[in-house]
């Protein structure tokens, strides 16, 4: 049975499982409906003109896993951002797993998802937000609404600030022989409330994953929130990130997304302005080799005044690595003096490496400021030269110039140990060891 | 130290360097003096290594070993340094994490231990001062939004801490104001000494009356077609270069 079939088949089943109000459960099959019109996305949609999905969707999916599968902490230490103490939502084969987690209640939510949209105290805050910034058009986020029901549910009570960052992992054993994931998270951030979360997703096993995500934000007035997701995973795994930024007035997001590892990744990452003095941030680094591809498709969507967005996205892409950025902005007419900002840097290491770059801005307001940026090219040679003079070698003076290239991103994590740690993944990724931090 | 002979050289099939001789001994100061596009960057990025130029003919030893055929860094292990005309700016790599590995590369290179970090720190004051560099300077990132006075004093400051045997000065003077010659030259003369050689390349006589060369080489068409002392610079201060090409073409 082809995947598409199957998950069709398995919805009813999914329905009948767990206990759903009639509002989830119209919200549910109208969303399964719409995947079932449209089907997984194909080259053929613009869209989905670079990535391609076929070869993911022939493994043979379990869409509910059969087991609860524990791991120990020793084991998956290292993914965790443990130099300093944390709320942590872990799943582990898409089922929560309270050892490894720290959850709280204690005036703010860090829980999950199930709890909120089965509990009846969380009714108002669920009919208000799920689902609402969401694509009810869109196929993939369609089908992750159908069957959402476990991720991270995170809610900031007005004027918090969060002392200390939420962690988000998500990890897969491997004892499927192919699984599917699908996690959805809803962040409620309120009026001057202030939070920093970091997303993964993690394999353990080669065994292959397929996660397809959605996660919606709400960004009250002059919230504030920082949201790194780090996707350093195994060759085997496939992700589809869909991530929905609803932003209230003179609030500040910032989203920034490293990707180093995986097979076919795909970060959909929609900003929505529902207010003015609103600053919304999109950054990436992508380091990818060997076949792996990495698609960032970007939209900012300014429809009210005096709003600025920053997008700065660095790819470098060695052997046959394929990447793509498009990064559309729509300044709708009443977003008068908007300040939009797009750059994409690109390095292509390999003969075989390719990059599709497209930026595209749809500009229907006339006292805006709007600029885009893109270079694709290879490494400095002088630059090279100049260090090899100094007598470092070629390998690391390379490592030395990617890292200067992604510096810019680098240097606005506001986590030092999470910048930190992902100076260190790309030292590990470049090979090298220069005895100092890079 | 070094000896120069035959060296043909060219970059995307035209010829820059056309039969280069020079001999610097250990203790001695040579001047390359020449009209732009006489090949005199060209001759310090091939005695570097620079893999952008194709060495035809000739050979470069130091120390009586051919580096010819040698990559840039194992030639600055032996000792080579060339200080560049526009030094390059690596954003988010501090000066000091930058020369801490060029040191401990070189040291990694040539069977040493890593250098202690409170030798490091020691030798960084120290070096830094004798260029009266900024501490906060120290913590910056390499040549990012440095001034072309500051980046040259930074240039110094490396081939300081690095202790070459042979020094190459690339138009080092270009940009400095006269207090950061003045500095840059007091530097460059406090590191000479009877073990090593410094070859200065320059357009103009300026530098020269701060770091007082032994010979002062003339380049020309790829040829060096005149040799004389200190005093030959300000001969060609006062009259240009075209009477030497008169001279030559008598």
């Known amino acids: 049975m082809e995947l598409k079939e199957k998950l069709i088949s398995s919805f009813m089943a999914f329905e009948e499982q767990i206990d759903v109000h009639s509002d989830l459960h119209d919200i549910r099959t109208a969303a399964i409906k719409n995947f079932e019109h449209k089907g997984f996305p194909t080259k053929k949609e613009e869209a989905w003109k670079y990535t391609s999905l076929n070869s993911v969707l022939k493994n043979d999916y379990s869409v509910f896993p059969k087991h609860e599968n524990a791991i120990e902490f020793a084991e998956v230490k290292k993914y965790f951002l443990h130099e300093i103490d944390t709320y942590k939502v872990i799943f582990v084969d898409g089922k929560f797993t309270s050892f490894l987690s720290a959850t709280t209640h204690d005036g703010i939510d860090v829980c999950l998802m199930s709890s909120a949209l089965n509990k009846p105290k969380y009714k108002m805050v669920i009919d208000e937000y799920f689902n609402k910034i969401a694509s009810k058009d869109e196929s993939l986020t369609s089908l992750n609404t159908a069957f959402a029901n476990e991720g991270a549910y995170i809610n900031i009570p007005k004027s918090k600030v969060v002392e200390k960052p939420i962690e988000i992992i998500y990890f897969s054993t491997g004892k499927e022989n192919a699984l599917m994931l699908q996690p959805r998270n809803l962040v409620i951030v309120g009026e001057n409330a202030h939070v920093q979360i970091i997303e993964r997703h993690q394999s353990l096993n080669e065994n292959p994953v397929l996660t397809n995500s959605v996660t919606e934000i709400f960004a009250q007035k002059r919230a504030i929130v920082d949201y790194y997701k780090i996707q350093n995973d195994l060759q085997s795994a496939n992700l589809v990130d869909n991530t929905y930024i609803s932003q209230k007035q003179e609030s500040r997001v910032s989203v920034h997304t490293f990707s180093f590892g995986g097979n076919i990744t795909r970060n959909n990452l929609n900003f929505y302005h529902f207010g003015e003095r609103i600053d919304s941030t999109l950054k990436g680094i992508t380091i990818i080799g060997n076949k792996q591809h990495v698609d960032h498709y970007t939209l900012v969507h300014h429809a009210t005044p005096n709003c600025e967005s920053h997008q700065n996205y660095k790819t470098i892409l060695a052997d046959s690595a394929t990447g793509v950025f498009n990064g559309k902005i729509y300044v709708e007419k009443e977003a008068q003096k908007t300040d939009a900002f797009q750059q994409n840097n690109n390095i292509l290491l390999g003969d075989k490496a390719t990059i599709n770059a497209k930026p595209q801005l749809e500009i229907f307001a006339d006292d805006v400021k709007c600029s885009h940026g893109c270079t694709i090219g290879q490494l400095d040679e002088t630059a090279m030269f100049y260090m090899q003079q100094r007598g470092i070698p070629k390998k690391e003076a390379k490592a030395l110039l990617m890292y200067a290239f992604s510096n810019e991103v680098i240097e606005s994590i506001k986590i030092p140990e999470l910048k930190q740690r992902i100076t260190k993944i790309i030292a590990t990724k470049l090979g090298v060891n220069l005895g100092f931090d890079l | ?250």
Request: charged residues 30%; proline residues 3%; negative net charge.
């Open chain 2, 1 to 250: 130290m070094l000896k120069i002979s035959n060296l043909h050289a060219s970059v995307e099939d035209k010829d820059i360097l056309k039969g280069i001789n020079l001999e610097i001994k250990a203790g001695e100061v040579h001047a390359i003096m020449g009209p732009n596009g006489a090949g005199k960057s060209t001759l310090s990025s091939i005695i570097a290594g620079n893999e952008n130029y194709e060495v035809s003919e000739g050979e470069i030893l130091l120390e009586g070993e051919d580096i010819s055929e040698l990559a840039p860094e194992e030639r600055a292990h032996k000792g080579v340094f060339l200080s560049f005309q526009y030094p390059v700016e690596i954003p988010g790599v501090s000066v000091t994490n930058f020369i801490k590995t060029a040191i401990n590369e070189k040291r990694k290179a040539n069977n040493q231990e890593e250098m202690p970090a409170n030798e490091m720190l020691k030798l960084i004051r120290e070096k830094s001062e004798l260029l009266e560099m900024d501490r906060k300077f120290l913590s910056r990132s390499l040549n990012e939004g440095f001034s072309g006075g500051e980046k040259k004093r930074n240039e110094i400051f490396q081939m300081a801490m690095l202790e070459p045997k042979l020094a190459i000065l690339d138009e080092t003077d270009s940009g400095l104001d006269i207090d950061a010659l003045r500095i840059v030259a007091n530097g460059v003369n406090k590191l000479k000494n009877e073990n090593n050689a410094v070859l200065v390349i320059t357009h103009y006589q300026r530098l020269l009356d701060y770091i007082v060369p032994d010979f002062v080489h003339v380049l020309m068409d790829g040829k060096i077609v005149k040799t004389g002392g200190a005093d030959l610079a300000l001969e060609l201060e006062e009259k240009g270069y075209d009477w030497i090409k008169q001279e030559q073409e008598v």
